[in-house]
């Protein structure tokens, strides 16, 4: 499965982006799918999660709030909602997907398969 995420960019604080992520040759509904995000010189960590059910979220608790997990089926897509960033969501954002996907793991990197290249969020102060 090819993840392809877009719609980074460059923003002030306080302002909105939204990031998207396909998957070619694929129904997103198929999938668990999770965001995660890497600033320079740290680790990926856990953003946001979507169960493949679509009925289940889970967040990191500096997004929680201001993030919002979602997919779009007729457009076989699935988007993370950003508003009110902040400098500190300055990071490369990766979205990545999962066909089997247990509970305990949806915060755990190594527990999906498959991982779009990236896209660039910088948040200015």
């Known amino acids: 499965v090819q993840l392809q995420a877009s719609g980074g960019g460059s923003v002030q604080a306080g302002n909105s982006l939204r990031l998207s992520c396909t998957a070619s040759?694929?129904?997103?509904?198929?999938?668990?799918w999770g965001w995660f995000r890497q600033a320079p010189g740290k680790e990926r960590e856990f953003v946001a999660a979507?169960?493949?059910?679509?009925?289940?979220?889970y967040y990191a608790d500096s997004v929680k709030g201001r993030f919002t997990i979602s997919r779009d089926n007729a457009k076989n897509t699935v988007s993370l909602q950003m508003n009110s960033l902040k400098p500190e969501d300055t990071a490369v954002y990766y979205c990545?997907?999962?066909?089997?996907?247990?509970?305990?793991?949806?915060?755990?990197?190594?527990?999906?398969?498959?991982w779009g290249q990236g896209t660039l969020v910088t948040v200015s102060s």
């Open positions: 990545a997907a999962s066909a089997g996907l247990i509970l305990s793991a949806v915060r755990e990197k190594n527990a999906y398969e498959y």
């Open positions: 040759g694929r129904t997103v509904s198929m999938y668990n």
């Open positions: 979507l169960r493949k059910s679509g009925s289940y979220t």
